[in-house]
C-alpha cells in the first residue's frame, strides 16, 4: 500500500490532495450536491465504524477527502447555475475593476454589479468617451446580460473559462446606454474593496511606466512581468513568447515571487530577529499579491513562500511536495473552478515536477563536485530545473496549445536571468524614473532575443500535436509511474 512507498511516507498530503482533486472532477461531471453530501455523510461514518481496522479506517477516510471535493464542486456548480439574467434591457450600476483594453470596435473590461456583487465582461462601443474609462469608475448602465455560453475552440472552454475566473455573464451596451455616477464602493464586499484599493494603486503604477515613454512592447512586457498586467501585449508579442518557450515568465507564479522573496530575504532578514524579518517578508509578498489581482499562480507561490518562510524560522529550508499538496487544498478548498484553470494546472504541476524530478539530477552530476564550481553550478541548476518543468507542462501545453517548443532549454537560460535583472530594476525605475531607460533596454534586449529564436531558428515549434484528454492523462500516468518505480528501487533515493 501507499503507507510502504518511500514518497507517500514523505509527503503524506499528497494522496488526499489527488483524492480531493478526483472528487472535484467526478462531481463537475455527475451528480448532485446532496449526493456528494451523502458519500461524505457515508464515508465519516465508516471512519468511526472502523477505528479497530486501521486499513479500512484509512481507506474511509480517503473517500471522506474526495467526497469532500465533491461537495465544495456540486455546491459551486449549483450556484453558477442560479445565475439567471432578464430576457431584456436592465438598468444597474456596476465598478470598473481591471484595466481597460482596447478592441477593435470596443473598449473591454471587467465590472461587478453593485446590486448582487456579481462580475461580467463589459464591453463599451468605444468612441472618445469610453477611452477615458479607468479602474475604479462606477457607472449606470442599460443593457442585456447574456449567461456565459457554450462556446469551444479546441480544447478551449469559454464557459468553463468565464466560470474559473468568476464571471456570471457579459454585456455589450451602446455608446448612448451609459454614463459616469459619483466614485463610491458602495454595494461592494470588503473584499472587493481592498481588492480594488490595490489594483487602483497598480493603475498608478502602470501610468508610472508609460511616462518613463517606452515603446509598446517594452511596456508590455514589463506590465506583465512586474505587475501581471497583460491587457497591452499584442497577439504577435504573445506568438513570440509561446514559440519561443517563455510565455511561463509573462504569467505571475512562483519564478517571480522566489524572486522577490529572495531581494527582501537579503533586505530585512536579521538573524537576531529571524521570526520578525519573515513575517515582515511574508507581509509584502500577499501585499504584492494583492496588488497584482490574486491570481491562483501567484496566491499557490504566496502560499508556498509562506511556508517556506516559517519552516525556515524552525530551522528547515527546503520546500517539500506536502506544502504544495496544502497549498492545492487550501486553494482548491476555497475555488474548486481553479482546478480547471490552465495557468493553475501550469503552475502546480511545473513546482511538482521541480520538488520531484530535478532532485534526480543529483545522481548524474553529485552536489559535492559542483559545490566549488559556482558557475557550473548555477548553470546545472537552471538546467535541471527547467528540464524537470518542461516534463511537467509539455503533455498539458500539448493539450491546450498544440505545440512543443523545442528550444525551452536555451530560451529558459536567457529568460530567468533577464527576469531576475528586470524585477531587481523595475522597483528602482518606479522610484527613479532615471532608470528606465535601462529597465526598457533590457526588455527590448530580451524581445529581439526572443523574435530571432521563434522566427529565424529552425523548428523552434512543433505544431499540430492536440492529444486528446484521455492521451494526456495517460502520459502523466506514465510520467508518475516512472517516477515512483525509481524512488522504489533507487537505493540512494
Not at 523545442?406 to 527576469?419: G, M
Request: glycine share 6%.
Amino acid at each position: 500500500m501507499w503507507r510502504k512507498n518511500r514518497f507517500f511516507q514523505s509527503a503524506p498530503l499528497a494522496l488526499p490532495g489527488v483524492l480531493f482533486v478526483v472528487g472535484i472532477v467526478l462531481a463537475d461531471r455527475m451528480g448532485t450536491v446532496g449526493l456528494w453530501w451523502l458519500l461524505l455523510g457515508v464515508a465519516l461514518a465508516g471512519v468511526g465504524f472502523c477505528r479497530r481496522w486501521p486499513m479500512l479506517q484509512s481507506v474511509a477516510l480517503l473517500l471522506a477527502v474526495a467526497s469532500l471535493g465533491g461537495v465544495r464542486s456540486s455546491s459551486v456548480r449549483r450556484s453558477h447555475d442560479r445565475v439567471a439574467w432578464p430576457d431584456g434591457n436592465v438598468s444597474y450600476e456596476a465598478v470598473v475593476v481591471s484595466e481597460v483594453t482596447e478592441r477593435p470596435k470596443t473598449m473591454a473590461a471587467d465590472v461587478v454589479v453593485a446590486q448582487d456583487g456579481s462580475k461580467l465582461k463589459c464591453y463599451v462601443a468605444k468612441d472618445d468617451r469610453s477611452r477615458r474609462l479607468r479602474i475604479g469608475d462606477r457607472l449606470r448602465l442599460s443593457s442585456r446580460i447574456e449567461r456565459n455560453g457554450d462556446w469551444r475552440r479546441g480544447s478551449f472552454d469559454y464557459r468553463r473559462y468565464q466560470e474559473v475566473h468568476g464571471f456570471a455573464g457579459r454585456t455589450y451596451v451602446r455608446a448612448a446606454d451609459w454614463q459616469w455616477l459619483a466614485p463610491s464602493a458602495e454595494g461592494l464586499t470588503w473584499v472587493q474593496r481592498l481588492r480594488l484599493a490595490f489594483l487602483n494603486y497598480r493603475h498608478t503604477l502602470l501610468e508610472r511606466y508609460r511616462l518613463m515613454g517606452a515603446g509598446d512592447e517594452e511596456y508590455a512586457v514589463v506590465a506583465a512581468m512586474t505587475l501581471g498586467d497583460k491587457s497591452a501585449m499584442s497577439s504577435e508579442l504573445r506568438e513570440v513568447y509561446a514559440v519561443s518557450g517563455a510565455s511561463h515568465v509573462l504569467a505571475l507564479s512562483g519564478l517571480h515571487l522566489g524572486i522577490i522573496y529572495m531581494v527582501l530575504s537579503l533586505l530585512v532578514v536579521n538573524r537576531r530577529f529571524r521570526l520578525l524579518s519573515q513575517m515582515l517578508a511574508v507581509t509584502a509578498i500577499w501585499a504584492f499579491a494583492l496588488l497584482v489581482g490574486l491570481p491562483a499562480s501567484v496566491v499557490r507561490a504566496a502560499l508556498m513562500v509562506s511556508a517556506y518562510a516559517l519552516l525556515s524560522t524552525i530551522g528547515r529550508r527546503r520546500m517539500s511536495v506536502n506544502a504544495l499538496a496544502l497549498a492545492a487544498i487550501t486553494i482548491l478548498m476555497v475555488s474548486p473552478d481553479s482546478l480547471f484553470d490552465v495557468g493553475f494546472q501550469m503552475s502546480f504541476l511545473a513546482m511538482l515536477a521541480i520538488l520531484t524530478v530535478q532532485p534526480l539530477s543529483e545522481r548524474v552530476v553529485r552536489p559535492e563536485w559542483l559545490f566549488d564550481r559556482p558557475v557550473l553550478r548555477w548553470l546545472w541548476g537552471l538546467t535541471t530545473v527547467s528540464v524537470a518543468a518542461q516534463v511537467g507542462v509539455a503533455p498539458l501545453v500539448a493539450y491546450y496549445f498544440g505545440r512543443f517548443s523545442t528550444y525551452f532549454l536555451l530560451t529558459n537560460l536567457i529568460v530567468i536571468p533577464a527576469a531576475a535583472l528586470i524585477l531587481c530594476i523595475a522597483p528602482v525605475a518606479l522610484l527613479l524614473p532615471v532608470a528606465g531607460t535601462v529597465l526598457f533596454r533590457v526588455v527590448g534586449w530580451l524581445n529581439a532575443v526572443l523574435s530571432f529564436i521563434a522566427g529565424h531558428l529552425p523548428y523552434a515549434s512543433i505544431e499540430g500535436l492536440h492529444p486528446s484528454a484521455l492521451q494526456t492523462a495517460l502520459v502523466y500516468v506514465i510520467i508518475a509511474s516512472t517516477y515512483l518505480i525509481i524512488k522504489r528501487y533507487d537505493k540512494s533515493a
